[in-house]
């Protein structure tokens, strides 16, 4: 009897891997995506295989690395979110002509929604874009299962497959069949072939035109070879209904018409739309009247049709444009299809249970004692009429801080400096410039800006939030920590400071981050030393993050209501749960629920109504 376990969907992917033999396995990390590579890791160790698990720096690196141990014939895997793939988009845009010698495997995490994600792009379109192919997995089983199908296709076809599922299917738990462990090969060879591994234009003429035919054999493939992932469950009589399903969106759907007890809806599977098996679902559509395809978030399934006249779907706005497909919302679009009345009853639903329960949304907020919070409200009042580009991490959610002006992607906040300097020097007028970016997005993306920036001599004050960890996607290690997920695997710690100063940056000081008084002057000290020297200065501000600690000094906190005159300073510019601001007094005061007397609050009150609570 096989044995059963219930992993996350993101568990079932890393079992996936570490069974099939996987040899090496990069990754960056990004939500929904982060927790695949640490479980490869994790089951690993506990299978006992020889995979190389290792972070890279950033996506792009990450894929460079498990596509060159692909090339010695071994099997190899890279791990990243939807927007990670823009990073490593021009390695995957070029290694997709290369004739693969071992199994590549590419897992792209796609965000619906988004939840926690700059865009909700979908990641099938890049599968398109670099014609290679996709599966859509519609449940952490079925994600397991694809592990596998895809590696032996990538070795049948000699070409990169990409496994794509979305956020719910990440974090979905499921029971999964656990199978006996593929060994790690060891007979490995790099044969030396510059036709086949080197992307010149002459190789490109030759290769492409493969790349095509490779395309054509695996959508004749995905017509028949594959009826677990792809196939029809019909109506019993007539259909009222023809719809074509891919990804989680067929796992909704199916729950939603058993619910219902309906039998007159025949529904399409679709498990592999990149390349669509065209000539299945044109048969299908040919035999309703009625056809809806449901597919997030982008329709590449719709697009690839080569008749679109009887179809809704997302390239018409039958179904929204935008956003992720809900239960709720599939089961009013299906109704709609259907031609029957559809109740908006959810939204009223949540509202009463709100009102019931008197919950008051609020906005995401950093946590209590984070140092992203101290750092910016240094850099605020030290410079209040800075402009102030951020980047993506924790410390994004300092806009709620007045101190996220501008945020575009990883990396950028150097770069927008840079554009932000351009700007005011053309137009003759000096303008202060404090950007901030964290210590794995200074290392993943920022780099490259930051010697841009010494190079073209663009003054402005870069600081670098460095909290010992990649927090926002659940604590991940970077280079500043040095460690590694591999029991007994050591890595190498690499300095900030010194990568910083290693860039040419003249100034460069690190300071507490909870020292809100040397911060401020430390700020004004740095933009005075960049806009006199005509280049950027840097500020390393430093403090574990609060998740990661597990001792620290405790300051109880407590406001005094006497002095407090409910101006809210404290609530609009430190921003901390831990702070609430009462509307009958009209007195801020400390919530205990969320303060973890951290202290640094009493250094943000103008009035010193924040005081430490005396010691009996």
């Known amino acids: 009897m096989s044995k059963k376990a219930i992993l996350l969907g993101n568990e079932a992917i890393a079992r996936g891997i570490v069974e099939a033999g996987c040899a090496v396995a990069t990754a960056y990390p990004g939500t929904p995506s982060s927790e695949i590579l640490p479980a490869i890791a994790s089951f690993a160790d506990e299978l006992g295989t020889s995979t190389a698990v290792e972070w890279g720096v950033n996506e792009k690196v990450a894929f460079e690395m498990a596509t060159a141990a692909a090339f010695t014939g071994l099997r190899s895997c890279a791990v990243m979110k939807q927007v990670g793939l823009n990073v490593a988009a021009d390695p995957f845009m070029s290694a997709a002509h290369f004739d693969m010698k071992g199994g590549m495997l590419l897992v792209v995490a796609d965000d619906p929604g988004p939840h926690s994600s700059q865009t909700e792009q979908d990641s099938r379109f890049f599968a398109y874009f670099a014609k290679v192919p996709c599966f859509d997995p519609a449940s952490a089983e079925e994600a397991k299962?694809?592990?596998?199908d895809a590696y032996e296709l990538s070795e049948r076809h000699h070409i990169i497959a990409m496994l794509r599922p979305s956020v719910r299917v990440d974090h979905?738990?499921?029971?999964?069949?656990l199978r006996e462990v593929l060994p790690v090969a060891a007979d490995i060879k790099f044969e030396k072939d510059p036709a086949r591994w080197?992307?010149?234009?002459?190789?490109?003429?030759?290769?492409?035109?493969?790349?095509?035919?490779?395309?054509?054999?695996i959508r004749e493939e995905f017509e028949t070879l594959y009826p677990h992932y792809n196939y029809e469950i019909p109506a019993k009589g007539k259909a009222s209904l023809g719809i074509i399903a891919s990804g989680v969106s067929f796992s909704?759907?199916?729950?939603i018409i058993k619910s219902w007890g309906r039998t007159d809806i025949s529904v399409l599977k679709i498990g592999t739309p990149v390349p669509l098996p065209v000539k299945m679902v044109t048969n299908f559509i040919d035999r309703h009247e009625n056809v809806l395809v449901l597919e997030e978030p982008y329709p590449v399934v719709e697009m690839q049709l080569l008749d679109r006249s009887k179809v809704k779907g997302r390239w018409n706005g039958f179904v929204p444009r935008a956003g992720e497909l809900l239960p709720e919302l599939i089961e009013e679009i299906v109704l709609k299809a259907l031609g029957e009345e559809v109740e908006n009853a959810v939204d009223s639903d949540l509202k009463s249970a709100l009102e019931d329960l008197k919950i008051t949304p609020r906005k995401p907020m950093l946590c209590p004692g984070c140092p992203h919070r101290a750092s910016v409200f240094s850099i605020r009042q030290a410079i209040p009429?800075?402009?102030?580009?951020?980047?993506?991490g924790c410390y994004t959610l300092t806009v709620n801080q007045k101190g996220a002006d501008a945020v575009m992607d990883m990396g950028a906040a150097i770069t927008m400096s840079s554009g932000l300097f351009l700007a005011h020097k053309v137009a003759g007028k000096e303008q202060p410039i404090v950007a901030?970016?964290?210590?794995?997005?200074?290392?993943?993306?920022?780099?490259p800006g930051l010697v841009s920036a010494v190079y073209n001599r663009h003054a402005f004050v870069l600081g670098i939030l460095d909290n010992r960890t990649t927090a926002m996607t659940g604590a991940q290690s970077n280079p500043s920590v040095g460690d590694k997920l591999r029991k007994g695997d050591e890595g190498q710690v690499v300095e900030i400071e010194h990568v910083v100063r290693g860039c040419g940056v003249s100034y460069v000081k690190t300071l507490e981050a909870y020292d809100i008084q040397s911060g401020k002057e430390l700020v004004k000290e740095a933009w005075e030393h960049a806009r006199t020297h005509r280049e950027p200065a840097v500020l390393i501000f430093k403090h574990p993050c609060m998740l990661l600690?597990?001792?620290q000094d405790k300051i109880p906190v407590n406001v005094?209501?006497?002095k407090c005159i409910g101006c809210k300073f404290c609530i609009n510019f430190f921003n901390c749960p831990g702070l609430v601001f009462d509307e009958e007094t009209k007195r801020a005061y400390i919530d205990e629920r969320f303060c973890v007397s951290c202290g640094v609050c009493t250094q943000v009150c103008p009035h010193g109504a924040i005081v430490p609570v005396e010691e009996a």
Do not use: W, Y
């Open 560 to 562: 005094d209501q006497d």
């Open 549 to 551: 600690r597990e001792k």
């Open 172 to 177: 979905c738990r499921q029971d999964v069949e």
């Open 385 to 392: 009429n800075a402009i102030n580009p951020s980047d993506i």
């Open 198 to 217: 080197v992307c010149l234009p002459a190789s490109v003429r030759i290769n492409h035109p493969k790349l095509n035919k490779k395309n054509d054999a």
């Open 252 to 255: 909704i759907v199916m729950d």
């Open 436 to 447: 901030t970016i964290g210590d794995s997005t200074f290392f993943h993306m920022g780099i």
């Open 145 to 148: 299962k694809m592990v596998f």
